[in-house]
């Protein structure tokens, strides 16, 4: 029988931890168990950290899924630094089994700046900012493969100029390229409300006194200094952990 599949991609240096992933994945783990999900830790780098950020990695594991036989319906790849409210409804289940995510657009400056970066890559693409989507956290399925396999395709023929980008201009990994691709290949985008993917919390100002616990269902703790991460998932964790008992 097919099931839906979570991938939380976790890489760092020498074995260590990414910073607050313990709170991340226990929250993801009774979540899964809940809804009957299979969740999957992607924890052994297919190249480089180094040069190929763990992000763009994540993009191989529906050809390992594959490879390994494993039967899946969707696919949600979700980014280390988040954690889901106990009472999140099953987001599989409003898919409509179209490439699902969440728009991201708090930082307009940023936004603007990385698509204009990347807009070479794509010249005849054009799309509205209010639009884009935030790529830690998409669900999509086995129609969806085209649009993987061109992801992978195009890190490979430009690796060594998208390295240089991310090195230089910091201004996203997959993200925008994704944001790019997933129009050129004509896929239609379902959107679900932000409430499933909380980016930019000290933008919103809600960090302050855990607020963000009461206005969302996934937390995504990006957009702000790694040294805060760690101790707010924790204080979060502490605050909430009761909810998560069998």
């Not at 226990?26 to 480089?48: C, G, M, Q, S, Y």
């Not at 728009?103 to 970066?117: A, R």
């Not at 990994?173 to 379902?190: A, C, F, L, S």
């Not at 909380?198 to 995504?220: A, P, S």
Request: proline letters at 4%; aromatic letters at 18%; glycine letters at 4%.
């Amino acid at each position: 029988m097919k099931k839906n599949v979570i991938v939380i991609t976790s890489m760092y240096p020498n074995g260590e931890k990414a910073p607050g992933q313990e709170y991340c994945l226990n929250t993801w783990r009774w979540w899964a168990k809940k809804h009957n999900v299979e969740l999957f830790v992607f924890d052994e780098p297919i190249a480089d950290i180094g040069f190929m950020n763990p992000i763009w990695q994540k993009w191989w594991f529906m050809e390992i899924l594959d490879n390994d036989g494993f039967e899946y319906n969707q696919i949600a790849t979700i980014d280390i630094d988040t954690m889901v409210r106990w009472d999140t409804p099953n987001f599989f289940e409003m898919t409509d089994n179209k490439f699902t995510c969440m728009i991201d657009n708090d930082n307009v400056n940023w936004l603007h700046q990385s698509i204009n970066i990347y807009q070479k890559f794509f010249p005849k693409v054009k799309f509205d900012w209010t639009t884009y989507f935030n790529s830690g956290f998409l669900i999509y399925n086995e129609t969806h493969k085209d649009l993987v396999e061109a992801i992978k395709k195009f890190w490979v023929e430009n690796d060594q100029e998208l390295y240089q980008i991310q090195k230089t201009k910091r201004k996203g990994n997959d993200q925008t390229p994704v944001n790019y691709m997933v129009r050129h290949m004509g896929h239609e985008i379902n959107y679900l409300p932000k409430l499933y993917n909380m980016t930019h919390l000290n933008r919103k100002e809600i960090l302050q006194d855990l607020m963000f616990i009461d206005c969302g269902y996934v937390w995504h703790f990006n957009g702000f200094d790694k040294e805060w991460r760690e101790p707010i998932m924790r204080d979060a964790w502490n605050k909430i952990k009761g909810n998560y008992e069998d």
